[in-house]
C-alpha cells in the first residue's frame, strides 16, 4: 500500500525542457491545416512515497485548449514503455519515449532525473480510431474529441467491455464524458469485479466523481464491509468514512460500529484527533456519549481549560450541564479575576443562569465597601444592581 505526497518539485527540469527541448520537438511535428487544433502537450513525473519511504513514479498527460486544462489519469510508470524509474531517480538526462494508444500514440520527449521528470509530447491521432467508432454506429469523433478520448485512453477494449456488462451503447457525447471523468477499462474491470454494475452511464460518472473507485471499494471490504449497496457506499465516501478511519475507530475500541454507525459519528465531528484526544484526557466513553459530547462543544480544548482552572476529572454529565450554560475556562478566568476563585462548579452554574459575570462582580463590587459574596452579587443583580 502507498500513500500519495505532494509532487516534489520539477519546475527547473519543466523550464530548462520547454526552453531548450520545445524548439526540437515542435520542429518535427507534421503539417497540419490550418484550421486544425494542435494535438501537443505536456508530461510530467508524479512522485508517491509507499508506506516503506520508497518511492513511486507516475507520469501524468495533459492537454491546454483556449484556457482549459485536459489531463489523463496518472498512470504508473510501469505502464510506460521506454521510461524506467532507474532514469527517473537517476542523474538528469534527456529522454523519448512513446506511448501508443487506440486512439492514438504520445510520441514524448523531455528530460528526467532526481526522482522528476517534464516534457513536451506529440500525440499522433489514429485515422482509424475514427472509423472504428463510426463502424460500432457510436460516430466519428472530430480532433479535439479524439484528443480527448486518447488522453483518457479509450480503448476498443473499453468498449467491449461496456457491451459484455450490457451498458447501453454510447453515443460519442457519452462517450467522451465517461472519458473526461476517468472512466475507463480498468475502473469497470475493478468496480464489476466486487459486483458493480450501474443502471445508467449517469450513476457510473456519479461513482467515479464522489471517489467510489476500486481501491476504496477493497479497503472498506478489507475492514468487514462488503457487498454493500451502492447508496451506502457512496453516503459512506461523501462522508469522509475511509479504511483509515474504520481502522483508527477499531483501535480506539470501536469494534463492532455498523457503517451507518461510523458515517454518524464522522458527520458529528467525532474524527480520530477527537477521539484520541478525548481518550488520553481519561474519557474513554461509549461512542454515543462522544457524540452527545461533541455536539454540545465539548472538546479537549474545553476539558483543559477547565484542568487548568482547578476543576479535574469531571463526569461527561458535568461537563455537558456546565457547556450547555456557557461556564467555559474564559468565564471561570473572568470571575477569578474579579475575585471568585475556587467556586464550586454549581455555585458558578447558579451564577451564570443569573447572568452574573467577571464584568458584572467587578462593577457591583466597586460601589461597595467590601466584595460581596456570590449569594449577594446573585441578589444585587436579579434586583436591577445596586437598587435594593
Known amino acids: 500500500m502507498s500513500t ?22 515542435l520542429h518535427a511535428l507534421p503539417a497540419r491545416a490550418a484550421g486544425d487544433r494542435p494535438a501537443t502537450g505536456t508530461w510530467a513525473i508524479e512522485t508517491w512515497t509507499r508506506d516503506d519511504s520508497t518511492s513511486a513514479y507516475w507520469l501524468e498527460l495533459t492537454w491546454h485548449r483556449d484556457g482549459t486544462q485536459w489531463s489523463s489519469r496518472s498512470v504508473p510508470l510501469a505502464r510506460v514503455p521506454g521510461l524506467s ?23 514524448c520527449d523531455g528530460r528526467v532525473g532526481g526522482d522528476a521528470g517534464a516534457g ?5 491521432l489514429d485515422a482509424k480510431y475514427a472509423d472504428a467508432l463510426a463502424k460500432r454506429g457510436i460516430g466519428r469523433p472530430n480532433r479535439e474529441q479524439q484528443i480527448r478520448l486518447a488522453l ?23 462517450l467522451v464524458k465517461l472519458a473526461d471523468h476517468g472512466i475507463d477499462k480498468e475502473y469497470l474491470d475493478g468496480m464489476g469485479s466486487f459486483g ?13 466523481d464522489h471517489g467510489v473507485d476500486p481501491r476504496y471499494v477493497q479497503a472498506l471490504k478489507d475492514a468487514g464491509y462488503d457487498k454493500l449497496p451502492f447508496d451506502e457506499l457512496l453516503r459512506a465516501r461523501d462522508h469522509g468514512v475511509n479504511a483509515r478511519y474504520v481502522t483508527g475507530m477499531r483501535d480506539a475500541g470501536f ?12 458527520d458529528r465531528g467525532v474524527d480520530l484527533r477527537y477521539v484520541q484526544a478525548m481518550q488520553e484526557a481519561g474519557y474513554k466513553l461509549a461512542l454515543e456519549d462522544l457524540i452527545q459530547l461533541r455536539d454540545h462543544g465539548v472538546d479537549l480544548r474545553y476539558v483543559e481549560a477547565l484542568a487548568d482552572a482547578g476543576y479535574r476529572h469531571l463526569t461527561p454529565e458535568q461537563l455537558l450541564r456546565i457547556r450547555d450554560q456557557g461556564v467555559d475556562g474564559r ?27 467577571g464584568r458584572v462582580a467587578r462593577s457591583i463590587n466597586a460601589k461597595l465597601a467590601q466584595p460581596a459574596t456570590l449569594d449577594k452579587l446573585i441578589q444585587i443583580h436579579d434586583r436591577g444592581g445596586l437598587e435594593y
Open 255 to 266: 469494534t463492532r460500529l455498523t457503517l451507518s454507525q461510523l458515517v454518524t459519528a464522522r
Open 196 to 208: 458493480y454494475r450501474f443502471d445508467s452511464y449517469g450513476s457510473l460518472v456519479q461513482a467515479r
Open 152 to 174: 483518457s485512453d479509450v480503448s476498443y477494449a473499453f468498449l467491449d467491455e461496456l457491451k459484455a456488462e450490457k451498458y447501453p451503447k454510447p453515443d460519442l457525447d457519452i
Open 331 to 357: 468565564y471561570i478566568e473572568g470571575m477569578a479575576d474579579a475575585g471568585y476563585k475556587n467556586v464550586a462548579l454549581e455555585d458558578l452554574v447558579r451564577a451564570r443562569q443569573h447572568g452574573v459575570d
Open 120 to 124: 513536451l509530447y506529440d500525440l499522433q
Open 4 to 25: 500519495r505526497t505532494s509532487p516534489r518539485s520539477h519546475a527547473a527540469l519543466v523550464a530548462g525542457t520547454l526552453l531548450l527541448g520545445a524548439a526540437g520537438v
Open 85 to 107: 524509474p532507474a532514469e527517473v531517480s537517476g542523474a538528469p538526462a534527456t529522454v523519448h519515449f512513446e506511448i501508443p494508444r487506440d486512439a492514438g500514440t504520445f510520441v
